[in-house]
């Protein structure tokens, strides 16, 4: 099974500045099978990037992708109010994991 | 618009049973595999049990195997999980989920989520 480790586990800043959330795996994802999510508390998850760099539809541009092989990172250039949330990165490389999350919160 | 209705969560005795449903509307259903995905309280997302879109095929976490089920009935455009000899570990949100890409296995992202029913498993 591949594990994904995802840092920080929180995130501290304030709006308009830039969140970068790493997420590692145990072994190489084929083909870039990574997504990630975007959970809000009492909410589902919320598609943001599949393919490790493709945006899901709907998703603002602020938002971006990157990474291969084991490490791989989403970037949100600068956040906004409703951006802070728990954000889970996903592989379907080799059946299906999670990471265990990380929130960011206002600082 | 593409929607996902979760039902039949409930609170359930300890080695109990429990089938979940969901109803899916606005796509074609079968094109699609599908999968649950839960979530236990204040903890991260945990995939359970993915079903292609012709039913044929499943998969199942190692976590689930041999007490979950997971079937589809296209023509009632619905998902289901069975799921026998509950433990108090079982106990979270159960998320239904759609695949991104039509005519994959499983291994696929998630563009669509239900908004998820909870099962308590406590005697």
């Known amino acids: 099974e591949i594990v994904l480790t995802q840092s920080p586990g929180t995130l501290s800043l304030s709006p308009g500045e830039r969140a970068t959330l790493s997420c590692r795996a145990s072994?190489?994802?084929?083909?870039?099978?990574l997504a990630w999510y975007q959970q809000k508390s009492g909410q589902a998850p919320r598609l943001l990037i599949y393919?490790?760099?493709s945006r899901a539809a709907g998703i603002p541009d602020r938002f971006s992708g990157s990474g291969s092989g084991t490490d791989f990172t989403l970037t949100i250039s600068r956040l906004e109010p409703e951006d802070f949330a728990v954000y889970y990165c996903q592989q379907y490389g080799s059946s299906l994991t999670f990471g265990g999350g990380t929130k960011v919160e206002i600082k | 618009e593409v929607q996902l209705l979760e039902s039949g969560g409930g609170l359930v005795q300890p080695g109990g049973s429990l089938r979940l449903s969901c109803a899916a509307s606005?796509?074609?259903?079968?094109?699609?595999?599908m999968s649950w995905v839960r979530q236990a309280p204040g903890k991260g997302l945990e995939w359970v049990s993915a079903?292609?879109?012709?039913?044929?095929?499943?998969y199942y976490a190692d976590s689930v195997k041999g007490r979950f089920t997971i079937s589809r009935d296209n023509s009632k455009n619905t998902l289901y999980l069975q799921m026998n000899s509950l433990r108090a570990e079982d106990t979270a949100v159960y998320y239904c989920a759609k695949t991104l890409f039509m005519g994959t296995v499983g291994e696929d992202a998630f563009d669509i989520w239900g908004q998820g029913t909870m099962v308590t498993v406590s005697s």
């Open positions: 606005g796509f074609t259903f079968s094109s699609y595999a």
């Open positions: 079903i292609s879109g012709s039913g044929g095929s499943t």
């Open positions: 393919g490790a760099s």
């Open positions: 072994q190489s994802i084929s083909s870039s099978n």
